[in-house]
């Protein structure tokens, strides 16, 4: 494909992002343009919100767009965030409906996996194990192994040892701003998360991105793991950047 700039989204429980990205670059190189995602997030309501933010990019050709749910075959398997009507529905002909370009969409931590092995923090990690986990509403996360992607590893999804709920709704970005937690109790929730992952994976690296990721060095210590922790390097863009190259190998 000749075309080297492409249109990533990163759609989220709270917002959708956009932006052109120049993928052999991995930079965004237009504005981040953002519209709040829409309550109950349908697959309806959420079609208008797309529809409105390739409009506002004038834009027609291939699309990246990281979905905040298990995508196979560009079908919504879960709905954790979003409304439960998703389950089991196409989002790539949801969102293609009226929209000329091709859609490619994949899980949104895959997509800010990718971004981070490519351009980011993970790039020294393209060997061996490297698991990114985004924290934000939920928690999302992305399993490479020789930098080749396992695709929808729901680890939010995991039950921690003794306990009744899934880890993402025992610690998240969310839970901590519900709970008005301090960054001291939420790193050690999440050191508990952590060393699960840890104990199961074995992984070389683990790169943290999404909300809370920003806010890293407030909790850094309390994180007990072997494996190498690092901050995502393109911090809120990794979503977008990252589905815009996936749209790029995909029209290969
Ligand atoms: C979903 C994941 C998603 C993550 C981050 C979780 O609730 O199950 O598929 O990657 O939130 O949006």
Known sequence: ?????IMGVDVGATG????????KKGEMVSERFRLETPAPATPKAMA?????LVKHFDYEGPVGLGFPAIVHNGVSRSAS??????IGTSIVKTFGKDFK?????LNDADAAGIAEMEFGAGRKYQRGTTIMITIGTGLGAALFRHNELVPNMEFG???????KKIAEKYVSNRVRKDQDM???????????YLLH?????SPDCILLGGGASKSFTEYEKYLEVEATILPAKLLNKAGTVGAALYAYQQAQ
């Not at 370009?101 to 969409?105: K, Q, T």
Request: glycine share 8%.
């Open 1 to 5: 494909m000749a075309q080297d700039i």
């Open 16 to 23: 959708f992002k956009g932006g052109l990205v120049d993928i």
């Open 48 to 52: 208008k919100t797309f529809k409105e």
């Open 81 to 86: 965030n979003i409304d439960k009507a998703w």
């Open 101 to 105: 370009g091709s859609i490619h969409a």
């Open 157 to 163: 999804s995991m039950y921690l040892k003794d306990m």
């Open 182 to 192: 301090s960054w001291k109790d939420f790193g050690k929730r999440f050191n508990e």
């Open 197 to 201: 992952i840890e104990r199961i994976f």
